[in-house]
């Protein structure tokens, strides 16, 4: 660690952002346009196919898929995208992170507070990034081992499940607001009233939309609407959760401690990004449904630069970061999940 | 009736603003420059004249509401994947927006300038941009008595539109006295016509140079209501001498003036209505959070945007990027921001 020159990262690092920013323009616009323009056709297809399910049962496995992929498109390349600032500088009131909401359970503003800045922010530090094993799951021996780490890994199940339910409840987790003494270290930014209040209004929305709603306005089709939003969220759930499981916690991401990263120079932040995450590699396609976090340690370095620019940049970073003799984490996708699971399990005991 | 419905629908279920924003991306593949909260306007022609204006014919969409004579509307073009706005007076009375089908800008160019600068080369590859409904109140109120218009460069437009518009309506006199650069006197076959038209109206044209007082030209006896249109400097000159003789005046602000930085500028900052002074020689977020406004601080380092706000006028300078904003209105974060000029902010 005493051998990388910070300040050469740094600088090496700022260049490849500077220069990549200063190229962003219509390209950019166009294709986070066309992304949110397939979605919107997925989005409406998907439930018109659904309707059509009694006439050819395929034609509804159709509908659950484009569904399922209008909500990954929706949740991963344009919400978190968007939401993290990375289009702001187009000016278009749909597409900036002051306004956008997205197609799942967790309020946008929760998320905003919790993952933008805290996690963020405070990349794997010990006590201070709840993303680490989201409080629910040991994935070091920073933590201390309990007997619930024992069957972590149906614990891991459960919440890729119902991930979007987990991404949503995590800051009032955090917070304590139902069950739980406060800990000493938060500072609330809203008032528990608040969280409660967002929590239940934004759930309960998804849910009379996608349970109650579209299936009575269905009439005699309602089993079979009701059944498309459920698999289609499911999907996303799965989905959603592996990629982003595979960006943090494979063996090779490091944690750090608060004490070490007291007046951490830029340097130093983007080295502990950088061990923070992991990448996925991948074709095409893979990236954009992965939200381009297939590529989540220029995500990490560079949290508000257009996702469209993370393949173009990647190679540079690799060689910015092998010049210090940093590791850059990447693997295929079953190479990195299974590097995954096996951390998951490697902690579930002493 | 369906349209509240749908856009109740949006706000709840589909998390956009109205039906309209929500399938703004699958009209565009039919209508493209469509948006939902702005009208649609083809650009029918762009033509370059002196002094570095541009004058644009724009035929806007069959829902667009006809204007008064000396109102402005905001116009939105996407340069480089940017949308930018910036409000123009209308150039064109309403008969000859009926006559024609057609709204007409004239833009005085700034090679200095984020939006004008763009603007000609902007419009040569997108057809089509948008506008706003118009708006403002500068429009003539003076049929029973005499008036006088005084402009300067581009503040000419309101009153091309306002003198095609009323001067059939008044028998009073109506008289323009126009600055310009020397040769950058705009339209100036369609005063003359006018003149040729009405005796009631006259026209003198200057330039600054040779006639340094602005107001020497204005017939006091008459007492005249002034209207002026111009750079902030020409129209306090102008204003502080309708005070002085208690003349009825009226005015139309479309420049911002944009002093030169040093760490030491103070500038006013209008949030919600109120005002607050703020200097360049520290980000805003910490300047507000000294007077106890409600900002959020995140990281305080630009990452998070947590701090994140509306501008809705003005110029701040980037400091992660050391890159000065556009003046219209933007998204942007207070932990980074430093003034450069007086700001609006919505938080």
Redesign the interface.
């Known amino acids: 660690m005493t051998t990388i020159n910070y300040q050469q990262l740094a600088d090496d690092l700022d260049e490849i952002k500077?220069s990549t920013?200063a190229t962003?323009?219509?390209?950019?616009?166009?294709y986070i346009?066309s992304i949110?323009?397939k979605?919107?056709?997925c989005e409406?297809g998907g439930r018109i196919l659904f309707m059509l399910g009694f006439v050819q049962p395929l034609l509804w496995v159709a509908g659950v898929l484009l569904l399922g992929l209008a909500k990954i498109l929706d949740n991963m390349e344009i919400g978190h995208n968007v939401m993290?600032?990375q289009y702001?500088?187009?000016?278009?009131?749909?597409l900036?992170?002051?306004?956008?909401?997205?197609?799942i359970a967790c309020d946008g503003q929760s998320w905003?507070?919790v993952h933008?800045?805290e996690h963020?922010?405070y990349t794997n530090i010990i006590g201070k990034d709840r993303d680490f094993g989201y409080g629910l799951l040991r994935l070091s021996n920073d933590f201390k081992w309990r007997l619930k780490n024992t069957w972590q890994f149906i614990t891991y199940l459960n919440l890729s499940v119902l991930f979007q339910w987990g991404v949503s409840y995590h800051e009032l987790a955090g917070e304590r607001v139902f069950i739980g003494k406060k800990k000493p270290n938060r500072k609330g930014?809203v008032a528990h009233s608040t969280l409660k209040k967002r929590f239940f209004s934004k759930g309960a929305?998804q849910l009379?939309?996608d349970y109650v709603?579209f299936p009575v306005l269905a009439g005699p089709l309602f089993l079979w609407v009701l059944s498309g939003n459920f698999l289609a969220n499911l999907i996303r759930n799965l989905w959603t959760s592996t990629i982003i499981f595979c960006g943090h916690f494979t063996e090779q991401t490091h944690t750090f401690y608060e004490q070490d990263c007291k007046n951490e120079s830029q340097g130093q932040w983007y080295y502990r990004q950088a061990l923070g995450s992991s990448n996925i590699k991948g074709a095409r396609w893979f990236h954009i449904l992965t939200g381009h976090l297939s590529f989540q340690i220029e995500h990490h370095l560079f949290?508000?630069m257009p996702s469209s620019r993370y393949q173009e940049i990647a190679p540079k970073v690799q060689a910015a970061l092998q010049k210090q003799g940093i590791a850059y984490n990447t693997g295929g996708f079953f190479q990195q999940y299974t590097s995954v699971l096996k951390r998951i399990l490697r902690y579930s005991f002493k | 009736m369906l349209t509240p419905v749908l856009d109740q629908f949006s706000k709840?279920?589909?998390?956009?603003?109205s039906f309209a924003?929500?399938?703004?991306?699958?009209m565009?593949?039919f209508k493209p420059g469509w948006r939902?909260?702005l009208f649609r306007a083809k650009v029918v022609d762009v033509q370059a004249l002196s002094g570095q204006f541009l004058s644009i014919s724009l035929k806007p969409s069959k829902k667009w509401p006809i204007h008064i004579a000396g109102q402005h509307i905001s116009l939105t073009v996407?340069a480089?994947?940017?949308?930018?706005?910036r409000v123009f007076t209308l150039a064109c009375s309403p008969a000859q927006f009926k006559a024609t089908g057609l709204l007409r800008l004239l833009v005085k160019t700034d090679q200095q300038g984020h939006f004008t600068s763009q603007l000609q080369n902007a419009l040569a590859v997108q057809p089509w941009c948008n506008i706003s409904l118009p708006s403002g109140d500068f429009v003539f109120k003076s049929w029973h008595k005499p008036s006088t218009f005084i402009a300067g460069g581009s503040g000419i437009t309101p009153m091309l539109a306002m003198l095609d518009q009323q001067l059939s309506n008044t028998e009073h006199q109506i008289k323009l006295i126009y600055f310009a650069k020397a040769g950058e006197h705009q339209c100036t076959n369609e005063l003359k016509m006018l003149t040729q038209q009405y005796n009631h109206f006259s026209y003198v044209m200057l330039t600054r140079d040779r006639s340094p007082y602005l107001t020497t030209h204005i017939n006091t006896d008459d007492n005249p209501d002034i209207y002026c249109c111009g750079p902030a400097g020409f129209m306090q000159e102008v204003a502080d001498f309708t005070r002085l003789l208690n003349l009825t005046y009226y005015q139309e602000s479309f420049a911002l003036s944009m002093p030169k930085l040093t760490d030491d500028n103070h500038f006013s900052v209008i949030i919600n209505k109120d005002t607050h002074v703020v200097t360049s020689n520290e980000v805003l977020l910490n300047q507000f959070e000294a007077k106890k406004l409600p900002v959020?601080r995140?990281?305080g380092i630009g990452?998070?945007?947590?701090c994140?706000?509306?501008k809705k006028s003005g110029v701040v300078r980037n400091l992660k990027?050391n890159q000065l904003s556009d003046t219209g209105?933007?998204?942007i974060?207070l932990c980074v921001s430093q003034a450069v000029s007086d700001l609006e902010l919505q938080l």
């Open positions: 500077m920013l962003v323009g219509q390209k950019d616009a166009n346009r949110v323009r979605q919107r056709f409406i993290h600032g702001d500088w187009m000016n278009d009131k749909q900036n992170s002051k306004s956008y909401e997205w197609d905003n507070r933008n800045f963020h922010t930014a929305r009379i939309k709603l949290p508000d | 709840w279920f589909l998390h956009h603003q924003a929500y399938i703004e991306p699958i565009q593949v939902a909260d996407e480089n994947g940017r949308l930018l706005t959020q995140g990281c990452i998070c945007h947590q994140q706000c509306i990027t209105e933007q998204l974060q």
